[in-house]
């Protein structure tokens, strides 16, 4: 390298040499300025900053009052939690999982232990969700029934034997003095007999909303299907949807398919071909056959 050359660009004259230095004074100045001057101090009152806080301040203060507004929740049946449900309440899919799995065995949970025991949920979770567990009069008036019991045993006792009650004969009054039923559920009863015409066998009870398998085991102890009932049966290759869809066991959705299924097929020939059209309850595929014709 031919440091001749490069001393050529570093000759400078008195007054350059002076300009140099005064441009290395201002610098050093500014940098001093800026480590022991406080900026900040020259905005502390500026109008933007105040109305910065002042907005601040009030940010603050809605989040503190957010933070004190609890969701309303109520109460609701612990035997119907969804997924979604669950989700939202805390429970974990494997807590979840075990109630769905203890509710497709027809079974139901009676009470917040039971509720633990089914689904294993953590004693802090139970505290903050069972307060809002809603279960059927039935469960709740359990001690006034017990109270009760022997009376309502009695009334169904002759000479220490119970006497069978034919269900599609039962009135309110008779359903009533059943251990585990109230007024609300033996209307529930009632409806469903009224709107299947009677009842063909006691599995039905199983589909009465409320009944607990112990008030069902009650129920069978007093009641029976004694005499043939005396139902209009559906004419399931001629009725319409909406005939259809008014059977209790049937929705709209599968009167539609099986309406659709017939007049594709040809006439549904018995139950087996019914069963095949896609929703088909085919758990209750007995006792629905009871219910319908296929001429």
């Known amino acids: 390298m031919d440091f001749k050359k490069i001393?050529?660009?570093?000759?400078?004259?008195?007054?350059?040499?002076?300009?140099?230095?005064?441009?290395?004074?201002?610098?050093?100045?500014?940098?001093l300025g800026y480590f022991f001057v406080n900026v900040d101090s020259f905005d502390k009152d500026s109008p933007e900053k105040q109305k910065w806080l002042a907005m601040q301040t009030i940010i603050d203060s809605l989040n503190q009052s957010n933070s004190k507004i609890v969701s309303k929740t109520y109460p609701y049946n612990p035997n119907f939690i969804t997924d979604y449900k669950g989700y939202r309440l805390g429970m974990s899919v494997e807590e979840i999982d075990r109630l769905l799995a203890f509710r497709k065995e027809n079974k139901y949970v009676n009470s917040a232990?039971?509720?633990?025991?089914?689904?294993?949920?953590?004693?802090?979770?139970?505290?903050?969700?069972?307060?809002?567990?809603?279960?059927?009069?039935?469960?709740?008036?359990?001690?006034?029934?017990?109270?009760?019991?022997?009376?309502?045993?009695?009334?169904?006792?002759?000479?220490?034997?119970?006497?069978?009650?034919?269900?599609?004969?039962?009135?309110?009054?008779?359903?009533?003095?059943?251990?585990?039923?109230?007024?609300?559920?033996?209307?529930?009863?009632?409806?469903?007999?009224?709107?299947?015409?009677?009842?063909?066998?006691?599995?039905?009870?199983?589909?009465?909303?409320?009944?607990?398998?112990?008030?069902?085991?009650?129920?069978?102890?007093?009641?029976?299907?004694?005499?043939?009932?005396?139902?209009k049966k559906i004419d399931i290759n001629n009725a319409s949807v909406k005939e259809i869809a008014q059977f209790p066991y049937f929705r709209y959705?599968?009167?539609?398919?099986?309406?659709?299924?017939?007049?594709?097929?040809?006439?549904?020939?018995n139950i087996e071909d019914l069963a095949k059209i896609n929703g088909f309850p085919v758990e209750k595929i007995k006792i629905i056959e009871l219910y319908l014709t296929f001429n």
């Open 253 to 269: 959705a599968l009167a539609k398919e099986i309406v659709t299924y017939r007049s594709m097929n040809g006439d549904i020939r």
């Open 113 to 231: 232990r039971e509720f633990q025991d089914v689904t294993k949920v953590s004693d802090s979770l139970l505290n903050v969700i069972a307060p809002n567990f809603k279960f059927p009069d039935w469960v709740k008036n359990k001690i006034a029934y017990k109270k009760n019991a022997s009376y309502e045993q009695n009334t169904f006792v002759s000479k220490g034997k119970i006497v069978l009650t034919d269900i599609n004969k039962a009135s309110q009054e008779d359903l009533i003095k059943i251990y585990g039923i109230g007024e609300v559920i033996s209307l529930r009863i009632l409806k469903l007999k009224e709107s299947l015409g009677e009842f063909v066998s006691m599995e039905q009870m199983k589909d009465v909303w409320g009944l607990s398998p112990e008030v069902i085991d009650n129920l069978n102890t007093h009641f029976k299907v004694l005499a043939s009932p005396n139902i």
């Open 7 to 31: 001393a050529v660009y570093f000759k400078f004259t008195k007054s350059q040499r002076t300009g140099i230095l005064f441009l290395f004074a201002i610098i050093a100045m500014l940098q």
